[in-house]
């Protein structure tokens, strides 16, 4: 109302000047922002579920307490497949609608309301494997796709990661349900702003040592671990050393207080044959 009519067309230009500039900036830290967190959830083609087994499918996703997740959200974003979602522990946030699962100590068979739950494809990540064949991994976050063969049934369980994490501190475990020998691959990861030299990942079973590797400073290595013959459960301890609080490596900069030791970020088991 202000400006004199000669400029009245010149005033909204100039606006749309400032805004076309101020926008690329912005645009840009929200579009590095959202890659970022869809990589945290999804390292492959993000339909990579849909691609499996079709997007009319009813997929069930098994949420540990142990993964990112990212891992999920993202996943059930991009995926029209994961339409049934299952807790083992607590809950995932997010206002999915999730059912808590408990899981028969000896058989692993995953029941609902005392009920077996059937689905033909489950989701999980790496800390909660499976009966049935695997049909692709996102190799970073961990989440197998599995094909079953009736009830779910969890073969094997990990503790010792800190929640909605694939950190370890200095201890961690493995237990195989269903045990039949063979062998463990356990990829492990070091972080290079906490360590500097390299650490050592100790395997023992029944308190004798199995297995050992060391992970370059910053870099990541698989640790192989024979499982013997004879046991129908395998259990497998972790030791890491050396560990670091984040709080005091950085001097305060990171307020993480959490003794650290290694990502566990995946694990392989292979059956003798």
């Known amino acids: 109302m202000l400006v004199p009519r000669r ?23 929200h579009k590095t922002a959202s890659v970022g967190a869809l990589f945290a959830g999804i390292t492959l083609p993000r339909d990579w579920i849909d691609q499996e087994v079709g997007h009319d499918q009813a997929v069930a996703t098994i949420w540990s307490g142990q993964a990112s997740p990212y891992a999920v959200w993202e996943n059930e974003i991009f995926n029209r497949s994961l339409r049934r979602f299952y807790f083992l522990h607590s809950q995932l946030a997010g206002d999915l609608p999730e ?11 995953m029941r609902v309301a005392g009920k077996p739950v059937v689905a033909r494809y489950a989701l999980a990540d790496s800390s909660v494997q499976l009966g049935g064949r695997s049909l692709r991994q996102d ?40 045990c039949h020998g063979g062998r463990l691959k356990v990829g492990l990861q070091s972080d290079p702003g906490l360590f500097t030299k390299p650490q050592t990942v100790i395997a023992r079973i029944g308190g004798k040592e199995a297995a050992r590797v060391q992970i370059p400073a910053g870099g990541a290595a698989d640790l192989v671990v024979p499982l013997p013959r004879g046991n129908r459960v395998c259990n497998v301890d972790f030791e890491v050393a050396p560990t670091a609080v984040p709080a005091v490596v950085t001097k305060g900069f990171n307020p993480d207080v959490r003794e650290l030791g290694a990502h566990f970020s995946t694990f392989e088991y292979t059956p003798a044959k």
Not at 18 to 27: G, L, T
Not at 99 to 108: A, F
């Open 139 to 178: 190799p970073r976050t961990g989440m197998t796709l599995y094909e079953t063969a009736g009830p779910l049934r969890q073969v094997s369980q990990v503790t010792g990661l800190y929640p909605n994490d694939t950190w370890s501190g200095r201890y961690a475990s493995y237990t195989r349900l269903g």
């Open 7 to 29: 400029y009245a067309l010149v005033l909204p230009a100039l606006i749309l000047v400032y805004f076309a500039v101020s926008q690329k900036p912005i645009e840009g830290k």
């Open 99 to 109: 059912q808590k699962v408990k899981v028969d100590p000896e058989s692993g068979v």
